[in-house]
């Protein structure tokens, strides 16, 4: 309760910055920016909620199993994705030679895999941020 | 600066002065007609958007004509995580960290 | 002498990369503080990068997000740009591993200084 | 030799570029050098702007601001001056 | 389905192991599971690559070429399946499934407790694909990396041990081969600047095209990726790093960093210097005589520093200096055999230091002793730990009917060849030297008087994955049939201008 | 061909049986090692007899693509003659000297080790094959060297190692060049270097190998492990460093010119005219320093130094003579050597004296010892009754015969040195008669005295009928000219 201003400030402000990080993530391949930046965005979202509201309610927010998840998973999304035109009998990592529908030039959905990857690849990026962030926070015991 | 500094700093400055020499004769900064500005960026330019239906070309680049190095980007961040995690993390949580 | 500062000018953003670099290697190399040393090599990694970007750059060309307007436009080469987003992730990469680093030494150590380090090493070994 | 604002603009922020790494070999304090740190990843983010590359402009940024962090962080666990 | 294997059987060399270890993390509790996973993971790869070297040495040393994503190659990133990716990989497999083997069930005392071992198997499949990658890319900046995940793995697999030293050696590892990197991805962005291709066989041909307009550009390319290369693979006044990194890591990492990691540099650098640069380049630019010069400073130099250790992690990883020493010579004798011989002392090492390390460990682990002249007797306990070590020595030092002769015997028809004698003494007093500071350990261990206190042999893993390591030695000395005559194709390709 | 592989396998099988039965008794053991060495000396006989019948044995393959090949000629015929006969003359001594030492099962593994590898340098048919056995012999010998386990025998056994690989990295440098030259190591079919006729560097190549098997043959500069690894047991020092390891040196030079170069193209470098004064150098120089030497070991040792040169001189002579000379020179001086050197653990174990000056009245204590010692030394000296006379007669003859009569000289010279240097030890063992009891009692010493005597017999025996050795040293001129 020490801070109440910034608290409340951060409240108000990193919903937005997190809206603002999705963003760059889904718009990487229409405009400037990408997973990778939208992904530190986001991690730093949840780095700056941590360093106001304090490390236990940062570590409630995001426990240490879900970013071993995501970590794993997230990564392993990108090969999957890439299998993808394996089981389609394209080579790895193939999009449109697997027969994939690369939709409407300029739109959200258009690109075909690449929007999925960008996703998991930026909400891997944020979790590693975080899972950086808070293994040099911690305290060895 | 001190004493032990000065032969690096000698050595380095031989290096700078033979990395300048090499820099001046590469081909002038900014020009349309340099070797980088090949068929290979001409066929991203005019192809990308076809091939891949992204608009922006770096990410049709970095997620689909070269997805693999991509792929090996987020393994590297991997990577580094399981780094951390290994050199910090030494003493283990019973039932594998709650 | 004249022709090569010339030729510099003309490629000057190589020219401040190649300094650049020239700068980082030698905090590396004769910085004995650990931070100094990750900065130094911040600093080089992204001079390379800074020549890639040049590289792949046309004067007065045109971002390479195509112009639905515009497709014709003389748009620079986007591949220098990609990798060079591989290359920033790399270099984000090390600096957290080199930063675990330096906290498990300071932990064991005391001290963020690789010559003091050495030195206490040296004593632990021959005692 | 034809060189446009854009260049000069260029110029002026390598030059910074250059002295703020120099700076940061020489400043003793080590959050100081960080927080030059983040200052020359800012400008270099610029300087990638200019060089009509804004895809690494953001994530130079976002990457800068991210090790800044980290690298406070890691100072307020040691020590924060060179010896 | 096995179609689609089989057509898809370079990228899935590669890919394998790396998605085995994304999915390591969250079996931790399970460590039986863990272990299983990269024994089987290892055993696969080796059967892939197996597979791949006979498709290769079936149709004639014809690389197959396999375009990631569909696209071909100036455009997209093609990974190419030749002689010397066949058997570098090979080489891997081999090397890395009894250093798998070794590590199971054994790594409590040097890494931690489960979660620690599985972030520590996570790693070393890492640093396998990054290898397996190494081999069988053909893309300038996809070496770059590989290399990248091949270093952070390594320094990672150096800092997970328990010793208070490792972060140390680990901090001053990732400081030199982050410079190291650095310095590769400059050359390959002044090769990238003149050539404006990064697919390897476009720019090797259109650098052989216009270097005459660059030669300072060439020359400083050259540099930036030998000396880049030279930091990662230890060449010798550039390996500082080395001997406290591989001697502060747990055993299978040092076996596995010295057996395999330093070759994967010099694997990325041959293919640097030979497809990109090409054999005409290299020689017009005398960058051969530097190599070979290196080289011999490296085979004398190392073999002296590694006499005075007297711990004995530390002395094979001097011993490492010197013998990475021989594979630049090879090189810089830019002859066939001279290329024969190097590839199959880089192969012979691989397992022969891998057999050192673990055996050192296995040693270590048991008696707790890590200096040489503590180890009085170990021999008798420790019979057939002590017996792999012997033979992995006596073939390190090059005597015929284990691997080390072959590659040696190559290499002096090649310095005979190139017309260096002096190659020819070196690598003969290299060979001497090795000798001089491996076998006083065997005697220590076999002919002193005083017994250890108390040890015996390692479990039943451990056991298999140094009998096979020997084994393989011997396998190497007597019958390398296929393995030699891949590296022979090997080292013809690497001369052949395409 | 199964008699070539069970001569060089029975001393392997027996080291490893040895070796398996940690347990067994003392008795048991040398049962089995005589039986090993007894099997692998029969064995080799049969081998030599083939050869000398003018059958082929031959057996060939490859090691990682180079050919091997096993493949007796005369030479090789005749040294595994000597080697098998004198290692089992050794193993009986040793069953005697060794009663009461430690580390029994560690000797006797690798005694019949070595065996097997001696046997190999024999036979081989190729240069790989004898680089192969000639590197194995170092490292099969080398812990016998080291028995004593005193921080002089590591030392010792360093030196011994050091210098032997380096010996063998200059042979292997020779092998490679050869190889390149000619593309075949196999020296069976007449000299390898013969198609290729006087080319620069032939002589490099001459000087690597003489260089290379120098160290094991001990020629001057290279000689000084020799007296260092005195400190072995003595019936390693007799055998090992009087004949089977420094043979294995000569053995290889002799090889080398006759086979590899052929005396044709040998006779035609330079380097070979130089070789021979290095060979007389070695003579006159060796049995010097070996007068000088008080602990007798060590004298015996400088002395090996100067008389392996005088099989090495023969051989330079390139001349049919000279080389009779050398090899009769190999089988009777092994004769007199081992007799030497088991006289001299003999004395050591029965009156614990090492030293010559304190030698006076041995010879009441030790009379048949001695006497079978002072036959040795009268047969070093080169007089007629003993073998050596024959050898010395066509070593001269042969040096004569090349033109060079000064080196003859050198041989008298050097006999008359001889005498010097143990004559007066005899003397002195005889001269003053104390009250000392006869000490040539008990089983240990009658398997030591046992061999000693039976050599010094055999070595009268060929001096009065040099006929039993002639056949073969004929064979070997005939083969080679």
Redesign the interface.
Known sequence: MRDFILKRVAALLLPFIQMYGLY?ILHGHVS???S??GG??V??AF?AFTTIYGLERGRAKVPEKVTTLVESYGTLWYGMMGMVGVFKGAPFLANKMAGIDLGELGALSSGGLIGLIGLGVGIRVAST?IT??FT??EEEP | MKLRTLPILFILLLAAYVVLVAVAELPPYGMSGNPVQNQVSEGYIENAWEETGVL?M??AIVLDYRAYDTMFETIVLFTAVLAVIITLKTTEKEGGGK | MKTLL?SL??N??YF?AM??FI??A??VLT???L??K???I??ME?AI??MF??A?????????ILDKANPKALY?NPLP?AL??TG??V??SV??FA?AL??KL?QFYG???AR?IAELKKEVASR | ?GF?A??YG??VM??I??VA??A??FIKD?LH??IV?GA??LI?AL??LQ?????????????G???T???M???S???RK?? | MTATIKSNLPVFVVIMPLFVAFVLPTFARRIRLVEGLVTATTALGFLGAGYLASLILIQNGNPINYSLGGWSAPWGIEIQVSNLSCFFLLMVAGVSLPIALFAADNMTHEVGGPQQTTRFYALYLLLGGALAGMAVTSDLFNVFVLVEVATLSCCGLVSSSNHPWASEAAFNYLILATLGSALILGGIGFLYIITGHLNMEFASHELNRVWQGYPHVVWIAASFLLVGFGVKSALFPLHVWLPDAHSAAPSPASAILSGLAVKGYAICLIKVLYNVFGIALIQDFGIHRILTLLGMIAIIAGSVFALTQDKLKRRLAFSTVAQVGYIFLGLGLANSQSLTGMLFHMASHAVIKSGLFLAAGAIIATTGKNRISEMAGVGRKMPITMAVFTICSVSLVGIPLFSGFVGKWHLLLGSLEAGNRLAQAVIIVGSVLCAAYLFPIIRVAYFEPTPVADCRDPGLPQMIALIMLAAWVIILGVVPGPFLELAKRAAIDLLVMK | MTDLVLALASGAAGGILIALMPRAGDRLRNIVALIFSAAGTLFSWRVAGAVFAGRTIRISGEIAGLAWSLHPDPLGAVFGLIVSTLWLFAGVYSFGYMAEEQKQRTYYTYFLLAFSVTLGVAFSGNLLALYLFYELLTFATYPLVIHERNSEAMKAGSKYIIYSLSGAGAILIAIIIVYSWTGNLDFTGGPLLADCGLRPGLGWVLALFVAGFGVKAAIMPLHRWLPAAMCAPTPVSALLHAVAVVYSGVYGIVRVVYSVFGHELAGQLHLSHILPWVAAFTILVGVIIATQQDVLKRRLAYHTVSQLSYILLGAFTLHPWGLAGAICHMISYSTLKVTLFFGAGIIAKGTGKVRVSEMSGVGWQLPRTMAAFGIASLGMIGMLPLNTFWSKYYLMRGSVAMGKWQLALVLIASGLINAFCFIPTVVAAFAEKGEQPVLEKGSAMGLMLAPTLLLAGIALLIGLWPGLVWPGVDAVVNWFF
């Open positions: 760059v400037p920016g990408g990778f930046a530190i965005v991690g730093l780095i941020m950086l962030f040099m926070m | 922006n770096i990410t | 010339d000018m003309v000057y953003p401040a300094i650049l700068i980082g030698f905090t910085r004995s503080n931070f100094k990750l900065i130094g911040n600093i992204s990068f800074l970007i040049a792949g750059n046309i004067r007065g060309g045109a971002v390479p620079i740009s060079m987003l920033i992730v270099s984000v600096t957290a930063l330096i906290i300071y001290t963020t200084d003091r | 030799m446009t854009v260049d260029t110029m390598l030059l570029l250059v790494s120099l940061m070999y080590l050098a960080v740190y020359y990843t270099m300087v990638w060089m009509n590359t804004p895809d690494i402009a953001i994530t130079e940024a976002a990457a601001i991210a090790m962090v980290l690298m962080v890691v100072i666990r040691t020590a060179e010896d």
